[in-house]
Every structure is written in structure tokens, then in C-alpha cells.
């Protein structure tokens, strides 16, 4: 056998079968690779989750300008106190080429239920006006101050019904609707009317925030320049560039954990193909060296450590993915609070990350290989 | 048995620091997560605890600070004067806010606190002055640190462009830090709203607080009113209750990895050896006794792990907040001791595959193999 021609079929044999000399080995390689791309996928979803719904009533109210009070840059300091001055509803809507407004009253409160503290932000809205739930889950939007709508996910946490009182602040509210998609990492949305809020707050008619829907014939960026030279005390802005500021404030958080524990995951992956190969290559230490004393060059070496690299990464790679959408199915279902959204640019990521462990892992089993001294083998 | 345990996982130098870097890195992942909200817990209540105050009146049914909102009517400031055994109350204004500085947003949680007030003025200055001044406010060092600000800058808070007139030091945590401003700058910002967010009160010697806070409650209606260590106590649990789930998360994907790290590791290292152990089991000695091999592999390698994760995690305690003073990290015992016993469960977890294999190893079978 020409061992020039090992170059091109038997490298990629030879590496398979190293790999799978030991079917249990093996198994347990593309677990621990699973296991650290499943986390670092999830931890990507985790963080998508996060920002989607960070974004969620925004993306899910009408309106393509947002009117909020001076110096305020997201709806994330929203329900903090900060209110628009009195009639700014009322300029906003009396401005040509607005179509339609939504003024909200927001307010954060941390009731307990069951021992256990829920963050929740109070959304007072006008029916009438919009700015409720979008997607009522059962149920119906509150008709009067003392009627609720709960997002559902925490309703079911503590088994509140339509029907039930939910007490919050105080105040003893009646459970009126259930919503879909309202909670998150952060807490969830609750809904009520405006005008509770007002009493809440001990501030009647303030508003937080007005979402400003733009005639079909106004181009939204023209309306928000109009309001802001008939506002000069709000700050006006798109509503997509309030959704993007969300996003950044709450990425300066996140991405502090999010990037040491994807960095440690990748490490760990890196150094779980590294154990594998180098165990596999040190136990066919002597017909590596045979190879050598017959001729085999350098660089066929390196293919055989190369090859069994991308293949036990290959493949732990894929576990990864499928244990990541896995994990999140089973989080999603067990604890809907963490909403996991797994991208096609977090896999090609994931991808990228285990093509790179691969190589990185690699690295040592193939300097050992090249370096082996074939006499030496033979006399050990 | 142990030195053979010892001598089958020492064998091959690299596969061992391969192996226990792994696990450690498993494992760091799981304390690392930990060490975080146990970090930003520590930060958590640095305000409630050095205002001042041994009591705090907040609105009915607000508990908690953090992610909270509290609206007092400003006459209950004088309501709270009046009941026995209460020295001073002072009405303070909070919100959530972002500080916005050289084009960069930090949330911060913004105290507006009277001027002489002898409860609520902010702690641990490093620099500057004590009390802000009109237009001015104190802020956390760590935001001068990232947006490179210095006192006499200004930043905008509450929509205001202020002067910075102090820094404080380790009011920070990975969520915000604590600013304070003037009271009346604070409900100016505010649009002349006349409502408070807390009363803080300082009891009278030989008072206890308890007993006032009580006083305090059966006299003035619409309030909720907790001693300085309930309402911190409180915060605490806000913080617990909402990162529980997401650690427990975390600890079952750090575990689970290591799992399998630890596992491939024991289980390389005794089919490794698969030739000794078969002669071992042809001079006659026991399978129990090779299990015990294998379960001190893997608790030797468990142990090496977490203490490679131990040091990981207490590197990067002292690492991060050199680059980010609002990134405290703190190793707790308990969540040492609780990582601790779950790999103490990875070992014999890990070791039951290799020993499975030992089980079925015949001796004559194997030294003929070679």
C-alpha cells in the first residue's frame, strides 16, 4: 500500500476507526461535547428569550412612535415615577398625521404568593384607547378599576382562575382574563385600567408613555420630528430605536454572565474532545508509529487526529442541538417564566464554536502523533 | 487500593490536567453562576442597611425595594412623627432610573433625601462630597469607572442634566447601583407630584423597633411598616425567589457536564488498565474491591475538579471586579458545600459504568488479548 495514497480514503477510515474502537468511549465523548455545545446554545436561546420579551408589549402594541417623559430612553424605567407632563396625551393626539394615540400608566409592584415574591409591572391602560393584553388566553379585558388580567403562565403558578381575587398593593382585584405571552425572566405583565394605576401612583391623569400610530400617509420618522418640536419637554422616539435601547440595557447585564459561561462551556467542550483524542491516539500509540517507520508523512498524521476531531465533534455538535432544543422544551414547559428561543444565528454560532473546539482539542494528540519516534514505539 | 487508584489516574499526566481542567470548568460554571447572585445579594441592601434608618414606611402591601414602587401621601411623614418612641422620620423619594453618561445608559435606583437630613444620606463616599447640593447628585463609583466621568461631570438623572458632586463605593451590583439627589430636585424631575416613596425612621433611645414599627402600624392606615432587618430580609428573598429557578437550571446543565466529563475520565482510566484489573481478578481478588478502585478515582478526580473550580471561580472573583466594579462575586460556603456534595453524587454516578465493565471482565480473556 502506497502510503501516499493514505492521504485521501483511509485517513478519514482509520480516524473513524479509532474513534470507534470504543463504542462506549465514544458515547461518552459526544455526551460531554453535547452537553457543553447544549449549554451554550441555551444559553444563547436563554439570552434571545430574554431580549424578545423584554420587547414583548412594545412589539405587540400598536404604534410606531413612542412619546416618553424628557430623558427617558426605554420602557425599562418604566413604572419607576417618571410621568409625561399633564396634556401631553391630549397634544400628541391634536398633532396632524397621528392616527391614534395609547397613553399607559405603568407601575412595578412585588406581590407574594404561596412565600414567594412575583415581580410584576402594572400596565394601566383605557380599553377604549388600546394597550391591553394582545393575546387573551381566556377571559376578557377589565371593565372596572377593581378587574385584572394576569398573565397566564403566572396565574397558573398559583392557580388563580377567572373568578379568583388577586390582592396586589393592597388592593383586592378580580381576575378577569388570562393572557399568553406576558411574562418573562424579569417578571410578568399584568393588566389594568388606567385609571386604578392613577390611584395607585397618587397621581391622576399621569401617563408614562404614549404610543402614537402614524396616519397611512405620514411617514412615522416625519411625525416623530413634528412631536418633538411640539413637545419640547418628552423625549420622542421610534418605537423601533425604544425596542433596540430595551435591548442594549438589558445585553450590558447579561452579557456579562452570558459570555464567561458560553467561554467556560466552549472550554470544556474543547477539552473534552482533547481528552478523547489524546486517549485514543496514546493507545494506538505503536501503529502510528508503524505508519511513520513505513512512511507515512507528517501531515497524513495530522488528517487521522484531524479527522477524528471534526467527527467526535461533528457529532457532539448535533447531540448539542438537539439536547439545547430538548432543555428548552423541558424549561419552557416546566418553567414558562424563561422563554428560550433558539436562533439560526445562535446554531451557526454553536457550529462554528464546535468546529473550533474540534480544532483546538486537536491540538495536542497531533503534536504527540507527529512527534512520536517510530524505534521508540516499536521498543516499548 | 488507594495508591493503585491513585497510580491509574496519575499514569498519564496530560489526561489527568485535560480531564480535572474539564471538570473544574464544569463545576466553575455552576459556582460561578452561584457566586454571582450571592455577590449581588451582598450588594443588594447596602442602602436599607446604612441609611440610618431602624424602620421604613412604605406604601400598603409594598415589601421590597428592588423592582418596587412605593407611593406615600407626603402627610404621613408627620402621621409617623407623632407615634411615641419615633425620633426622627425622614420622607425620602426612590425610583428606578437610568443615569445616562458620555452616551452610555446605567440603571441606577435614584434617592431623593432632604438636605440635612440625619437618615437616608448615601454611605461609603470615596470622593467628594457627602451630600449633593442643588442640581447635584452622588453616584457609584463604578459608573465614573466605565464612563470615564470625574466630579464636577455631568450626567443626566431623572431626566436632568446634575452635577456629580461625590462618588460612593460598593452600592453597585450587576443590576444598578445607588444615586442620590436633593429631595426637592428629585420631586421637581418629578412634575411637583406630592407623593413619597418611604418614610425612614430613626426610633428613640431604648426603643426597640419592633415594638415602634408595630406602634407605627396600628396608628397611621394605608402603609406597610418593617424594621431595617425585615425589609432588607425581604429584599433578599426578592432576589432568591426570583433567581432560584434559573440556578437550579444552571446547576443541572454544570452538573450534568461535569457528569459526563468525570465519567469519561474514571471510565479512560480503568480501560486503560483493563490488563491489570484482569489479573488482579485472576490472582482471585474481588469485584467489590475493584469498584472501590474506581469509585476513589472518581471521587479523587471529583475532588481535584471542584478544587480547580474553586480556584477558577475565586480567580475571577478577583479578576472581574478589577474590570467591572458592579460584577461582585462571592463564594459562599454554602454553595460551596452544596457543589461539594452533588460531586461527591457525579463520583458514583461516574464510576458505575467502569465499574460495570470490571464486573464483566473475564481475566483469561483479557491477558490473552493483551
Known sequence: MSLVGLSAGPAPRLALQNLLQDKLRLVLSVVGIALAVMLILFLLGLRAGVFERAKAYLANTPGSVAVLPQGVKSSLAAGSGEYLAAGTAETIARTPGVARTIPVLEARAMPEFHGKKESVLLIGYDPALGGGAWDLAEGREPAADNEIVLDRVLADRHNFAVGDTFEISGLALKVVGLSNGTSSLSGSYVFVRKSLVEKLVLSPGAVSAVLVTASPVTAPEDLATALRQSLPGANVLLKSQVMANDQEIMAGIIDQIIVLMVGAAFIVGALVVGLVLYTATIERRSEYGILKAIGARGGVLYRVTISQAFAAAGLGVLTGIGFAYLMGWLVETFKPQFPVSIEPSAIAITVGAGLLMAMLGALVPARTVVSLAPAEVFRR | ?370
Not at chain 2, 133 to 138: F, L, R, S, T
Not at chain 2, 197 to 205: G, I
Not at chain 2, 330 to 355: E, H, N, W
Request: aromatic residues 6%; charged residues 15%; without cysteine.
Open chain 2, 1 to 370: 487500593m488507594f495508591r493503585l487508584a491513585i497510580k491509574n489516574l496519575t499514569q498519564n499526566k496530560t489526561r489527568l490536567i485535560v480531564s480535572v481542567g474539564g471538570l473544574g470548568l464544569a463545576l466553575t460554571l455552576v459556582l460561578f453562576f452561584g457566586a454571582i447572585f450571592d455577590g449581588a445579594m451582598s450588594r443588594l441592601t447596602v442602602y436599607i442597611d446604612n441609611a440610618g434608618a431602624d424602620v421604613w414606611v412604605s406604601q400598603d402591601g409594598v415589601r421590597t425595594m428592588h423592582m418596587s414602587a412605593s407611593f406615600l401621601p407626603a402627610s404621613v411623614t408627620d402621621e409617623v412623627e407623632r407615634v411615641p418612641g419615633v425620633k426622627e422620620a425622614v420622607p425620602v423619594l426612590y425610583a428606578t432610573d437610568m443615569i445616562q453618561a458620555n452616551g452610555k445608559e446605567y440603571i441606577s435606583y435614584v434617592f431623593g433625601v432632604p438636605d440635612n437630613a440625619p437618615l437616608g444620606r448615601p454611605g461609603g463616599i470615596v470622593e467628594g462630597a457627602a451630600m449633593p447640593g442643588p442640581g447635584e447628585v452622588i453616584i457609584d463609583h463604578s459608573i465614573a469607572a466605565s464612563a470615564g466621568l470625574k466630579v464636577g461631570d455631568e450626567v443626566a438623572v431623572l431626566g436632568q442634566q446634575m452635577k456629580i458632586a461625590g462618588f460612593t463605593s460598593d452600592t453597585s451590583s450587576l443590576v444598578s447601583s445607588v444615586s442620590v439627589v436633593r429631595f426637592e430636585d428629585f420631586a421637581k424631575a418629578r412634575g411637583g407630584n406630592q407623593a413619597i416613596s418611604f418614610v425612614l425612621v430613626k426610633v428613640s433611645p431604648g426603643e426597640s423597633p419592633a415594638v415602634v414599627a408595630s406602634r407605627i402600624s396600628d396608628s397611621v392606615s394605608g402603609v406597610t411598616v418593617q424594621t431595617r432587618q425585615q425589609f432588607a430580609s425581604q429584599e433578599r428573598k426578592l432576589v432568591k425567589d426570583m433567581s432560584a429557578d434559573i440556578i437550579n437550571i444552571m446547576n443541572i446543565a454544570g452538573f450534568l457536564t461535569g457528569l459526563a466529563v468525570v465519567a469519561l475520565t474514571v471510565y479512560i482510566a480503568t480501560i486503560a488498565r483493563r490488563k491489570e484489573y484482569g489479573v488482579l481478578k485472576a490472582m482471585g481478588v474481588r469485584n467489590r474491591l475493584l469498584y472501590l478502585v474506581v469509585l476513589t478515582q472518581a471521587l479523587l478526580s471529583v475532588a481535584l475538579g471542584l478544587a480547580a473550580g474553586v480556584a477558577i471561580t475565586l480567580l475571577l472573583s478577583g479578576l472581574i471586579p478589577r474590570f467591572n466594579e458592579s460584577m461582585v462575586l462571592t463564594l459562599s460556603f454554602g454553595s460551596l458545600l452544596r457543589v461539594a456534595v452533588v460531586s461527591v453524587f457525579i463520583a458514583g454516578l461516574a464510576a458505575l459504568l467502569p465499574a460495570r465493565q470490571l464486573a464483566g471482565l473475564e481475566p483469561v480473556a483479557i491477558i490473552r488479548r493483551g
